[in-house]
């Protein structure tokens, strides 16, 4: 096989070379031909780009480093041999053209990430990494030969896992051209920040499987070390951020960790597939039922799993990877066990009804048929047969699953901490395999102390200890933690459940409660100016919460180096997945980041409130909501920030706002009927592809009246639309952004 390879290279070799620019590295690189501004909907479908073109100004660097890829005598891909290499990459829309620096590398871990066109040339799957500009919100993303994923059956099931409310990366076929090679490729988007956001979701920690030892290690056989593979973090700089972000990352981390050790020490009992972390049972299970479902069991091999630890719910969620799904009959093994001894240890719990609920509106939904359309024209495909087909044979496995499901006894178990500890590293001994091992890591105000398993300790900097969760090394050297994460906190918390409360609450030890489940009324009181609640999962349906800070104007107080806490939370009043109809809100003081925060929830406010807010008044992410009347008094920066939902406000008035009375970024859309602002330094602010709708307003004492502009590399331009608004003050709107009349 490596000598027909090799005579297909030598003979296509010159004509490669012909095709790829030499002399890019000397072109200045350009943005975009077109105002994104006007196209905000537009850059958000996969439909509108033609194509996608890459070139990379070392080309023969670039050709040598595939030819000695494909010659390797390895039956994985060496990963000494994917290396990066600057690019020019330029995505071609319906609309113009955009053109951006970047670098691309191999991607993948066989040898099927190589192919040959129908002449004979050899293309590659790559990772992309663009310098400036993006691609749907992405900046890191994959292209990927489309039999390595599967082609369709990728694109369907990145859908139904996201409709499911599973986290998942963005994925459709595309026509590129590398160095004026042309193949159709799937991108895909990197689990990233910009993933979680695409998802709804905060920006937290993200672990995944560590490859390190299974591929190429020394001389030993792949996964021949998969009993001492455990996890690691992806996200090293977001640890890096601060205190909250390091305590919630080693706290997650080692939750984490001690799921993998359960699997790596009893891989056989583990039917290779079935790990579920911390208490996210019910998380995972449901991802599980719908990945067997698909035939795509191979996303739940352990190297291949991706978490995303939700700060504010304290569990793990799956990020969907490489299911190499197959909408076919379902397979009577998974990973050569029989599926039937799998599923009695996925499945020991049972499944949620509400899950199994959901299930069956995804029948009743068109969004996926519409979706999948756009994504799959560029395959050779019928689409429309190919969902058909793929649905009926999805619907007749779930079938069958829930059918086998039902008769499973509960049988979960968890083992014991230190004999894990204790099995995995005579384990190592017995693989001969060298490994720092810390078995604790202990937090206080100035640095992180780690214990190593012979008792001695390490005195570790917050970038040491970063290394050793996302690359498992020590000064160097090979380094695993594998115990307990121990910090010097004394942040308890207090809950409130009631049969008549639709919802949790979640508080700080010292905040005063009053729930008043006749008149549906909440009043919290601040003893400390950092206390705060958290309203989860909440119905407010004609609830009034007001909640009472301690009194900050005038004080000096210095800004907390992260917006967030070690519970995730920046608001005083945060209201977290719920739905508010008719509701009332009322905040005043208090030391925090927000004063009203909501986030992921949907309905409407009939009246909100915020007094004297330490810093931002309100902040809404990821949410649908209405506001009937709002009034921001005192903020000591934003009055009313909002991003990644769509937003309305029948009346407003904000009075002295230390920075913009209204921000709004992240793709939001804002309509604002009736506007009143008095002193703020920017009276709106429009940001990253959002766009905002202004009827009616009058904006005074302000230093500039409207500005629109691109802050993220991950968004584009903005837009700003007014009709009756009255201001004295100057506009500022970007190159890439535009002030347009409003439409009523």
Known sequence: MTSKIFKLVNNHIKSFFCVVFLMLATQAFSECTFKTGDFISDLKNSRNIDFIEIETPKSARYVRNLYKTIVSETENIPPKLKKKFKAKITIHYKFGKCVFEGSIRQHGDWKDHISFSEGGTPVRSLNVKLKNGNLLSAVEFKLLLPDTRGGANEILTTLILRYMGIISPETFSVITKVNGIQSVMLFQENARKELLERNNRRESAIFEGDEKLLWSFKDYDN???EPLALSRMTNRNWFLKGSSSSTIALSSFSSLQKSYLRYSQDIEGHKTLVMYPGSSYHNFAEYAFLLTAMNAWHALRPHNRKFYYNMIKKKFEPIYYDGNASFTSIEQKMHGRLRSEVIEKLFSKGLNQGFTSKLEALFSSEKILLGFLDRANNLEINAKDFYQNAWREFSRNIKILKDEIAQIENNFSIQNSLELNSEYIKRMHMFNVDQIIYVKIEKNRKHFVGTLDNGLTNILSADETARLISNNEYNGDRAVFIGDFIQDSNMTLKKFKH????????????LKVAVGLEEKSIFFEQTQKTDW?????????????????????NQSVPKEEERFNIHGVTGCLTIYNSFLNNTDLEVSGGRCEDSLNIISSTGDARNVKIISAFSDAIDVDFSSIIIDHIVVEDAGNDCYDVSGGNYAIKSALFKRCSDKAISVGEGSILSVQDLYIDKANIGVSSKDLSSVNIIAGDIKNVSICLEAKQKKQEFGGAQIKNKNLV???????ESNSVLLAATP
């Open 223 to 225: 996964f021949e070390l």
């Open 499 to 510: 049969k008549r409360f639709d919802g949790e609450i979640v508080m700080s030890r010292d």
């Open 533 to 553: 609640a958290l309203l989860k999962g909440a119905n407010l349906t004609n609830w009034k919460i007001v909640f009472n800070g301690v009194p900050t104007k």
């Open 727 to 733: 201001c004295d003050g100057p506009n500022q709107i």
